[in-house]
């Protein structure tokens, strides 16, 4: 990971600003996760319409600068995206967001936020959200 | 005095770069390097008499069972055991603390008490906690110090005549106590359960076997389990020690080959001390490797080996301590009994945003709940980084990631 690249600059601005903190006030979407081996814990909540398309989307929670500004910055695209879209969001998408490479054993902060969110989806789809796991590597 | 200098030629790794920087590596106590002296022994032993032991009586198979059973001698004594048969090869502290509560949970009876501590790592708590809701046992927990040391006084009073088996570590992983044992032992076996026996103790020692003497008939403890990799040994061999009698009573864990005495079709007896717990084949190679450690432990002096670590602890805690923005858990007076492993967050800095900082540095730290979460939860930590040293450390290597800590400032605090 280099630290003083330009990358760096702007996750470290979501982790300090981070955008869409909170909760949405329409709660269609709610999930709330630890990652048991680090100890964050990311909560996602989101509004949908009736085309299973986000409309608002945020997320609360505690943790490192790559899971903080991970879930910060895939909120700000989230926007508009059916539930089927963001189920396909994967590991090089979030990457390309953060743009830094990441050392193998913080692949799993990056997904936190994701993961989170995508299993909040199953559950309200009624699936198993063991589906997705939430340990990435 | 160590003659560090000298320990380190002996250790390959550290010699090599990481990140373009020399090494420096503070993560002993989740597992330290290895001299060339236990990887020589590995590779000696597999190019020169490696087979099956106990089985073929044939010149290979005689020195491997040789090497093999030599390795449980040179452990007993190291540990001060009253026989050799006492000690049980495992894979690690946790299959150690598996097979006890396994084996000993059948034994009781649905009400019967565990006591364990608050600061235990998952491996001395999880297995307790999983076999007493098989046997309708009752699990208690001993809350510790503000200081970071086992309360005496609480675990006094949780004592009752249902309490079997009080299990604590010797060293915190997280925070580098070190609890009396001794003491503890006397007040554990001070009380009688309703069978007429005393409660038995049990000690989780990964962390301090590898750092300190421990004397299992002084301490009067009546279960050790620890790890050869936290000691300069291989990975995948661990001890279990057991008083004999006791372990002559308890049934077995794991069945299958090496571990039987007689088999008839209806009935298995089981075979001598160790052997009855250790089934299948073990091993071998991993108690070859751990056995040079241990004699490369018994050459340095453990007594050597312990002033060494709490120097360093010291040290280490001094200039910590000068940091304004450092919290340090667990107690950092002088007196205090502590190892060298030392648990602190940067203020405003998540602990895995540290060590990345740290690794681009050369700098190997961990961070982490470190296996303890009821530990981190009661303090309200999610993640600590903890450095930790051994024989090869140097304050200089201290200072090295002290002086780092400000590069992780510089990123995140300005």
């Given at each position: 990971m280099n630290y003083d690249s330009m990358s760096m600059e702007n996750i470290l601005d979501h982790y300090k600003n981070p955008h869409n903190k909170g909760k949405v006030q329409k709660v269609d979407v709610i999930n709330r996760e630890k990652n048991p081996s680090c100890g964050d814990?990311?909560?996602?909540?989101?509004?949908?319409?009736?085309?299973?398309?986000?409309?608002?989307?945020?997320?609360?929670?505690?943790?490192?600068?790559?899971?903080?500004?991970?879930?910060?910055?895939?909120?700000?695209?989230?926007?508009?995206?059916?539930?089927d879209a963001v189920m396909k969001i994967d590991k090089e998408d979030v990457l390309e967001l953060l743009g830094i490479d990441i050392a193998p054993m913080r692949i799993k902060c990056a997904m936190l936020g994701l993961r989170v969110l995508q299993r909040g989806i199953l559950k309200y789809e009624g699936k198993d959200s063991q589906m997705v796991s939430l340990s990435e590597i | 005095m160590l003659d560090v200098k000298k320990i380190r030629s002996d250790f390959p790794i550290l010699h090599r770069k990481v990140h373009g920087k020399p090494l420096v590596y503070l993560d002993s106590a989740a597992s330290s390097q290895k001299p060339k002296q236990v990887i020589d022994?590995?590779?000696?032993?597999?190019?020169?008499?490696?087979?099956?032991?106990?089985?073929g009586i044939h010149a290979l198979g005689e020195e491997a069972t040789a090497a093999y059973e030599e390795a449980h001698q040179r452990t007993a004594h190291?540990?001060?055991?009253?026989?050799?048969?006492?000690?049980?090869?495992?894979k690690n502290t946790t299959e150690s603390l598996n097979l006890l509560a396994y084996t000993l949970t059948q034994m009781w009876k649905k009400g019967d008490e565990i006591i364990v501590s608050r600061k235990e790592h998952h491996s001395n708590f999880v297995p307790w906690q999983q076999c007493a809701a098989m046997h309708g046992l009752v699990l208690k927990i001993v809350e510790i110090t503000p200081e970071g040391f086992v309360d005496v006084?609480?675990?006094?009073?949780?004592?009752?005549?249902?309490?079997?088996?009080?299990?604590?570590?010797?060293?915190?992983?997280?925070?580098?106590?070190?609890?009396?044992i001794k003491k503890i032992a006397q007040v554990v076996h001070a009380n009688r359960t309703n069978d007429g026996d005393c409660t038995l103790i049990s000690v989780d020692g990964a962390q301090s076997v590898p750092h300190m003497p421990v004397d299992v008939q002084d301490l009067d403890?009546?279960?050790?389990?620890?790890?050869?990799?936290?000691?300069?040994?291989?990975?995948?061999?661990?001890?279990?020690y057991g008083k004999k009698k006791l372990l002559e009573k308890m049934p077995a864990f794991l069945f299958g080959g090496g571990m039987v005495g007689t088999v008839t079709e209806k009935e298995t007896r089981c075979g001598d001390l160790p052997w009855k717990f250790e089934a299948g084949t073990p091993n071998i190679a991993g108690a070859v490797g751990?056995?040079?450690?241990?004699?490369?432990?018994?050459?340095?002096?453990?007594?050597n080996v312990w002033k060494h670590d709490q120097e360093l602890a010291h040290y280490a805690l001094q200039r910590l301590k000068e940091q304004k923005d450092v919290t340090i858990y667990g107690s950092t007076s002088p007196k205090a009994l502590r190892g060298a492993a030392i648990s602190f967050t940067l203020a405003g800095v998540h602990a895995h945003d540290v060590i990345s900082i740290l690794d681009q540095e050369g700098i190997a730290v961990r961070a982490g709940h470190h296996c303890a979460q009821p530990l981190l939860d009661s303090m309200n930590l999610?993640?600590?980084?903890?450095?930790?040293?051994?024989?090869?450390?140097?304050?200089?290597?201290?200072?090295?990631?002290?002086?780092?800590?400000?590069?992780?400032?510089?990123?995140?605090?300005r």
């Open positions: 814990e990311i909560e996602v909540s989101a509004t949908l319409n009736e085309q299973k398309e986000i409309v608002a989307v945020k997320f609360d929670g505690h943790g490192c600068a790559i899971s903080q500004a991970a879930i910060s910055m895939l909120t700000d695209d989230l926007s508009g995206k059916k539930i | 022994a590995i590779s000696h032993y597999y190019m020169t008499s490696h087979a099956n032991i106990h089985r190291f540990i001060n055991a009253a026989s050799w048969r006492e000690i049980i090869f495992t006084e609480h675990l006094r009073s949780l004592l009752t005549p249902q309490t079997k088996l009080v299990s604590i570590a010797h060293m915190s992983n997280v925070l580098g106590t070190v609890n009396d403890c009546d279960f050790l389990s620890f790890s050869s990799h936290k000691m300069l040994g291989p990975t995948g061999i661990g001890v279990l751990f056995s040079a450690a241990l004699t490369y432990l018994q050459n340095i002096g453990m007594e999610a993640a600590t980084v903890r450095l930790s040293c051994y024989v090869y450390t140097t304050k200089e290597e201290i200072d090295a990631c002290i002086a780092a800590l400000d590069k992780v400032r510089k990123v995140f605090c």
